[in-house]
T-cell receptor
C-alpha cells in the first residue's frame, strides 16, 4: 500500500484558502486518493476522494496531477470550525477495505 | 450514509479487568472495522469484522486480547481484556456505507485504565 507524507501542522487565518499537499510516490494504478477530517473527540469524517485531475464537492476540492504522485486538498475560505486534523489516504479500488491512516495534518485556523 | 453509536462513550477501568464496547449501526452493513487511537496519535486498525465469520486481526493485535463479536449486520462488540494502562486509548468502530469508498466512524469510546 502506498505510503503517504503530509505536513504535520499548518496555520491559517479565517477567510483564507488552505492547501494541504500529500505525497504518495508509489501509488499504484488502481489506487484512489481519499481525505478524511477529524475534529477533537470525534471519529474521522470522509471529505473527498479522487483518482485523477480535479474533484470538487461542497466541502473541498482535490487536485491530482497527471503523475498522481501527490495530491492537494484545497479548503476555500476556512473558518474557525475547520480546525481539525486532515488525513490523506491511498486505498485500493478493490480488495482490502480497511483504511490505513498516516500521521495527518493538524490545521489550526486563527481568527 | 450511516449513523453509528458506541457505548460507553467513556470509561475508567482498573488494571486486569475487561471492558466490552458496543457499536450499533442504523443500517445493515457487511463489514465493520475497529480502530484504536492513542492520545495525539493517528488511527490504527485493530481488526475487520464480517458478519458470519471470524474477525481478521492486524499484526500486533490478537483475539485473546481483543475478542470481537458480530452477531448480525447492524451490531458488533469489541472487548478489551485484561487491561493495562497501555490500553488507555480511544476505540472507534467504522462501517463502509453509502458507496464502496466511504467509511463512517462512530464517536469513539475513550478508555482510561488505572
Amino acid at each position: 500500500l502506498a505510503k503517504t507524507t503530509q505536513p504535520i501542522s499548518m496555520d491559517s487565518y479565517e477567510g483564507q484558502e488552505v492547501n494541504i499537499t500529500c505525497s504518495h510516490n508509489n501509488i499504484a494504478t488502481n489506487d484512489y486518493i481519499t481525505w478524511y477530517q477529524q475534529f477533537p473527540s470525534q471519529g474521522p469524517r470522509f471529505i473527498i476522494q479522487g483518482y485523477k485531475t480535479k474533484v470538487t464537492n461542497e466541502v473541498a476540492s482535490l487536485f491530482i496531477p497527471a503523475d498522481r504522485k501527490s495530491s492537494t486538498l484545497s479548503l476555500p475560505r476556512v473558518s474557525l470550525s475547520d480546525t481539525a486534523v486532515y488525513y490523506c489516504l491511498v486505498r485500493r479500488g478493490t480488495g482490502r477495505r480497511a483504511l490505513t491512516f498516516g500521521s495527518g495534518t493538524r490545521l489550526q485556523v486563527q481568527p | 450514509s450511516a449513523v453509528i453509536s458506541q457505548k460507553p462513550s467513556r470509561d475508567i477501568c482498573q488494571r486486569g479487568t475487561s471492558l466490552t464496547i458496543q457499536c450499533q449501526v442504523d443500517s445493515q452493513v457487511t463489514m465493520m472495522f475497529w480502530y484504536r487511537q492513542q492520545p495525539g496519535q493517528s488511527l490504527t486498525l485493530i481488526a475487520t469484522a464480517n458478519q458470519g465469520s471470524e474477525a481478521t486481526y492486524e499484526s500486533g493485535f490478537v483475539i485473546d486480547k481483543f475478542p470481537i463479536s458480530r452477531p448480525n449486520l447492524t451490531f458488533s462488540t469489541l472487548t478489551v481484556s485484561n487491561m493495562s494502562p497501555e490500553d488507555s486509548s480511544i476505540y472507534l468502530c467504522s462501517v463502509e456505507a453509502g458507496g464502496p469508498d466511504e467509511q463512517y466512524f462512530g464517536p469513539g469510546t475513550r478508555l482510561t485504565v488505572t
